[in-house]
């Protein structure tokens, strides 16, 4: 596609419920990256995948946070019994390259009620 | 962890007029990203700049880096009220692999 997609684009949990969050990347770009962004603030790193690799996925806030590229393309972030301090943006960007430039998704407006 | 600052924090300015955006940043860097974000949308990549550069153009944007003193500035000429947005540098720290810092953005409201 022309652009990264991610879907939903807004998602109501109960607290305890669990979710998952899709990215679809640009067309062949390598690198794929999961942010989160609450508001007023700027995202923050989640995880980093290089093609099926997951690299660093040392900013997932807990154990109840997983993601996933298992065919190098479609990510999906996984949370787990969520709690209202998820309530968040959940950003995706791929870029073709590592250290090229990141294009971002519009994101998932994930709200913990 | 956030690494970039910005500042300011918030800035008001007539159309027209030139808007300055500041970044300041703690690590090495491979490159400094500045991007876009209108109110509740994703973030748009506006320019980057590699750590071997000084200064880049894109249209009315121009994106200075000084290394020496870890800071990168923005500037929009002949702004527009549809520039308005938030406004955030990201570094790609040369430890860090590929991942961006971002900083906490600038808010920038373009008055008509």
């Known amino acids: 596609g022309a652009g990264v997609s991610q879907s939903p684009r807004y998602k109501v949990a109960k607290r305890g419920q669990d979710v998952a969050l899709r990215c679809d990347p640009i067309s062949g770009h390598v690198s794929l990256f999961w942010y989160q962004q609450a508001l007023g603030q700027g995202p923050e790193f989640l995880t980093y995948f290089q093609n099926e690799a997951q690299l660093d996925k040392s900013g997932l806030p807990s154990d109840r946070f997983f993601a996933e590229r298992p065919e190098g393309s479609v990510s999906t972030l996984k949370i787990q019994r969520t709690q209202q301090e998820d309530s968040a943006v959940y950003l995706c960007?791929?870029?073709?390259?590592?250290?090229?430039?990141?294009?971002f998704g519009q994101g998932t407006r994930l709200t913990v009620v | 962890s956030q690494q970039g600052e910005e500042d300011p924090q918030a800035l008001s300015i007539q159309e027209g007029e030139n808007a300055t955006m500041n970044c300041s940043y703690k690590t090495s860097i491979n490159n400094l990203q500045w991007y876009r974000q209108n109110s509740g949308r994703g973030l748009v990549h506006l320019i980057l700049i590699r750590s071997n550069e000084r200064e880049k153009h894109s249209g009315r944007l121009r994106v200075t880096l000084d290394t020496s003193k870890k800071s990168s500035s923005l500037l929009i000429t002949a702004s527009r009220a549809a520039d308005t947005a938030s406004y955030f540098c990201?570094?790609?720290?040369?430890?860090?692999?590929?991942?961006?810092?971002f900083g906490e953005g600038t808010q920038l409201t373009v008055n008509p």
């Open positions: 960007a791929s870029s073709l390259l590592q250290n090229t430039e990141a294009f």
């Open positions: 990201a570094t790609d720290e040369e430890t860090s692999g590929s991942r961006l810092t």
